[in-house]
């Protein structure tokens, strides 16, 4: 799964990209940081702390813009580190990729070479877990309440409605229902196989769904996580107002 859509500009564009995957994965994060080893003080471009686990998990993050794969003296080099360090893990991303020497001298080591897109997949589900579904159950919630079939605050005040404006609500809860459905599921089950097999449209277009047909192009066809669920919530915003709007108010 892609978290991010397109590739960084620049090596500190890397750096904050991955140092922001890991702070919204529930990381203490410090990017660069100056760190001691056994041999002496080396900054690193990506520290991470890891206090979910018992006891706290220690990540060092390599990030390597590099025009060409990455040699087999700077895996060692940054293995070193690692190990001189006592950290639990290290992670060399790359622009590009990784010399056979490098991968060889990576191999039986708690050092993992990956690629930009790799390392996003790696992230993914805890970063739906810890950031983005916590985010989209707040953000989405208003259209839930409006749309799910029985929520008696809702109804109560429909009930208040005039006949044209209760016609209304009708036409929009049928209009919106089932995309709000789908919403709801996407937040409350990350691992759900829908979100690992963006962009959406060719699931609505297989599995049959016509009343999915009608939202907009970037809810359908974005392949990254984190645009995917801003046109999710820009969507949902147009949709709440217009509930709004029948109300008067946030009903």
């Given at each position: 799964?892609?978290?991010?859509s397109?590739?960084?500009?620049n ?13 919204e ?39 390597k ?46 050092v ?15 970063w739906?877990v ?107 915003k ?14």
């Amino acid at each position: 799964m892609l978290i991010e859509s397109g590739e960084p500009k620049n090596w500190r564009e890397l750096e904050e990209r991955v140092a922001q995957i890991l702070n919204e994965c529930g990381m203490e994060v410090e990017s660069p940081k100056t760190i001691e080893t056994v041999r002496g003080s080396v900054e690193v471009d990506v520290f991470a702390r890891d206090v979910d686990t018992t006891p706290d998990s220690v990540y060092l993050c390599e990030c390597k813009y590099w025009d060409c794969n990455v040699s087999r003296a700077a895996v060692h080099a940054f293995r070193t580190v690692v190990s001189d360090s006592g950290a639990n893990t290290g992670l060399a991303v790359a622009k590009l990729g990784f010399q056979p020497g490098a991968i060889e001298a990576a191999s039986h080591s708690n050092v993992s070479l990956l690629s930009w897109p790799e390392f996003q997949d790696l992230f993914a589900v805890r970063w739906l877990v810890n950031h983005m579904i916590p985010l989209a159950r707040r953000e989405l919630h208003p259209l839930i309440e409006y749309t799910e079939p029985v929520n008696s605050r809702i109804l109560r005040k429909a009930d208040q409605l005039s006949p044209e404006a209760h016609e209304r609500l009708k036409e929009l809860r049928k209009e919106h229902s089932a995309c709000a459905l789908l919403f709801m599921l996407m937040t409350w089950n990350p691992g759900r196989p829908m979100l690992h097999r963006l962009p959406l449209r060719g699931q609505v277009e297989r599995d049959g769904l016509p009343e999915l047909e009608g939202l907009p192009s970037d809810v359908l066809d974005e392949v990254a996580l984190r645009p995917f669920f801003t046109a999710v919530f820009s969507h949902a915003k147009g949709v709440v107002a217009e509930f709004d709007e029948v109300f008067g108010e946030r009903a």
